[in-house]
């Protein structure tokens, strides 16, 4: 089939907003699709995708008994996860995308893209998808378009985003910059070719130009290598606007708390991909008289107020949460806004009466399955029946425990600022900072095992600051000036306390040392303490860890030996943690601000090293 000419696809456009017509107008005339969607984000129009979706093969709908309007989606065994390797940032120089980005020149990016997406979309619909990230009454709302040929990822932007005519309108009002953000799964159809249920193509470009603002995806359908408002834009084009305008696009969720005193804190965390974000936002207390709200789970966009308080907002609208590992033993509200519907899994197992099943999920394991691949399961069979990065995907408005401030531009103020990944060894459950220069050290230094969450070797250590290694779009360095330069602006008295976690500890026989999940309640209540200057610490060279006693452990099975564990700072782990941090620094070269140089070199003389 033929495309229309440029001009004709701009008159027909529908909008008003020039730079978008011409922007559609120019991808169409690349890309030859056979037709063009402008998604308005209805009811009915999810409806009619999803009923195409499935049926052309690629989503299957889940028994409306056990899970209403949703369905499951599996994928291309090769496109499984984000590709950090195939992910580029490509400044104007070299120098600005720093040492923990892949670079290229972006013109000559550029001429491979424009070959790469020339064609890409025959025998295919293009959807314009018009979005915001963040409150759409926000005073400066950051909009996005996402041109994809993908129904698939149409309809999981529906849930991840605020998508549709709503937002158009909007833009087209105030004629605002929108970010454009180009994608494709890469695998244009011949003339009568047929179609697969999950197309993809074996080669991948996830790219960034963030003085342009501009994303360009080809090849991957799966997760933020193709919901181009999550990890491409939310974080990495974000990074670069909060740099050049004064606020901070970090991989954090936000919780709020309540105590028996009736107080209310807000506390951020930044883990690293699938090391306990979604399951600490959505946290059930274990301890009486505590209430959580959850605000957000993965993405968190800060900026001092005015009255000097860091403020936060939650720029999604939708949990792509990791399925394997959620249960109602585990994480009981995210189990209970998955039931209520309107979802797409992606990667699970099913079960014989048409649910969903993964890893633990349930104690008990069902007697078959058909796995995520599509074969025959059994309890006997040698390996998951859910893929490890398998996904739900869920409107975050189904959450029962969603504090009402979620919805306000204003965000919350924040009080405390954890950092965590998942260290066997070394890092002790819960450690505060002597200070916020010495707790952008600790955020600059993390750590963590890698998870399935990105293709690439799991299990492995690696340095991970502020759980954004994947996601910074521009210098390192120059990403850990800006939190330190920002916090001139705080009133310092209102500067959150930050704290150092670490859930995943392990004991001697190979077990967690420390119960995780609700328990981590009692690591909450601590954080609040300190806040509150009521709880016990002790002194360590790395930090303030609780005294003896200072934990609440009323109701809790755990050993003495197994909290020792837990807690202990040992220095021969130390010896070879230093040696490790020593090495990552050197990698930053000139960019390593100067006074987190300085707080390593204190690190080591409390050490006596
Ligand atoms: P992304 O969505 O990839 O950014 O991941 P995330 O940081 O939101 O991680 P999530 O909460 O989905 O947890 C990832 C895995 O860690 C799941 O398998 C969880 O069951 C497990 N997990 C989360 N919290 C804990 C905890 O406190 N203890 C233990 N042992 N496991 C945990
Ligand atoms: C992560 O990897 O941190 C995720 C999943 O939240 S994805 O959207 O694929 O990036
Ligand atoms: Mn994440």
Known sequence: MGHAPVQEIVEQAMTTHKGLA???????????????RWVDGSVEEQALLTDHLVAEGTLTRLNPELFPNSFAAFSDPKDVARVEGRTFIC??????AGFTNN???PAAMKDILNEKFAGSMRGRTMFVIPFVMGPLDAEDPKFGVEITDSAYVVASMRIMANIGTDVLRKMEDTNAFFVPALHSVGAPLAPGEADVAWPCNEEKWIVHFPEERSIFSFGSGYGGNALLGKKCFALRIASVMARDEGWLAEHMLILKLTSPADKTYHVAAAFPSACGKTNLALLEPTLPGWKAETLGDDINWMRFGKEGELRAVNPEAGLFGV???TGWHTNPNAMAAISKGNSIFTNVALTDDGGVWWEGMTKEVPTHLTDWQGNDWTPESDRP????NSRFCTPIDQVDMLSKDYFNPEGVEINAILFGGRRKTTIPLVTQARDWTHGIFMGS???SETTAAATGAVGVVRRDPMAMLPFIGYDAGDYL???IDLSAKADQARLPKIFLVNWFR???DGGFAWPGFGENTRVLKWVVDRIEGTAEAVETPIGFVPAVGSLDLTGLDVSPADLADALRVEPSEWESELAGIQEWYARFGDSLPEQLAEELKDLKARFGA
């Open 22 to 36: 011409a922007w559609v107008g120019e991808v169409a005339a690349l890309t030859l699709p056979d037709h063009i």
């Open 91 to 96: 400044s104007e120089n070299e120098r600005d």
């Open 103 to 105: 670079w290229m020149d």
């Open 323 to 325: 399925a394997p590992g």
């Open 385 to 388: 029946a859910a893929h490890p």
């Open 445 to 447: 230094t993390l750590s």
């Open 481 to 483: 000036k800006h939190w």
């Open 506 to 508: 392990r004991t001697a």
